[in-house]
């Protein structure tokens, strides 16, 4: 599993992949758009945000490759990707609700594409996902693990404020977490904090669609 990585100051080279903006936005459930997982390689501890962990002791050496999956965010559609394949990752969270459920006898991990801008598009969106979701589904809001105090005081911690996006990462174990990562360059991202976080059952998701 691939979340003891993400330790507070570890720096990735990765080309975090876009989310798609285009498409019928019908609020459909869809698989994943075929997009290759751009390459996340550690490239040594940032020296400005110091994190507590060693990364040795988690067995980050310069130049590791991490593995995972990555589930497309696609704006007006719910994507879905197998998590029997390994880790998956998504993002950047601004409200989307990430889920996990099984369907005849598959693991899937969906990412709820709603638009901060459309309200139209959101209602079709959660409502179909809302009819859709299996009983024993769960999920969480990765967005809603961190408070602006504890992004900020991370940011304070760079000479010049970085760019933050939130992460979501859903394990082959089923296990959630909300990572907090900063935008250094274009290719160049570190790792500001991770959480564990407790997920909503299917009745909580539905309440909250």
């Known amino acids: ?34 997009m290759p997982a751009a390459s996340l390689v550690y490239d040594g501890m940032d020296g400005e945000l110091q994190g507590a962990v060693h990364p040795a002791s988690v067995g980050l050496t310069m130049g590791k490759s991490i593995p995972y999956q990555w589930l497309v965010y696609s704006h007006g559609h719910t994507t879905r990707r197998m998590l029997s394949a390994g880790d998956v990752l998504t993002g950047p969270m601004s409200g989307c609700l990430i889920s996990e459920w099984s369907e005849k006898g598959m693991r899937w991990v969906g990412h709820v594409g709603t638009v901060e801008s459309s309200a139209a598009i959101n209602k079709k969106v959660k ?3 809302g009819m859709a979701l299996p009983t024993q589904a769960r999920g969480f809001y990765p967005d809603k693990a961190w408070s602006v105090a504890e992004i900020s005081s ?7 404020y970085p760019q933050m996006q939130i992460m979501a990462l859903v394990t082959a174990n089923g ?6 990562m900063f935008k250094i360059s274009a290719a160049e991202w570190c790792v500001g904090g991770i959480k564990a976080v407790q997920p909503l059952s299917a009745v909580q998701m539905r309440a909250k669609l």
């Open 154 to 160: 991370m940011q304070q911690k760079f000479k010049v």
């Open 1 to 34: 599993m691939i979340e003891k990585y993400f330790i507070r100051g570890a720096r990735f080279k990765w080309n975090c992949p876009s989310a798609v903006t285009t498409g019928s936005k019908d609020g459909s459930i869809i698989n994943s758009p075929p």
């Open 127 to 129: 409502s179909n996902f």
């Open 175 to 180: 296990k959630f977490y909300s990572i907090v």
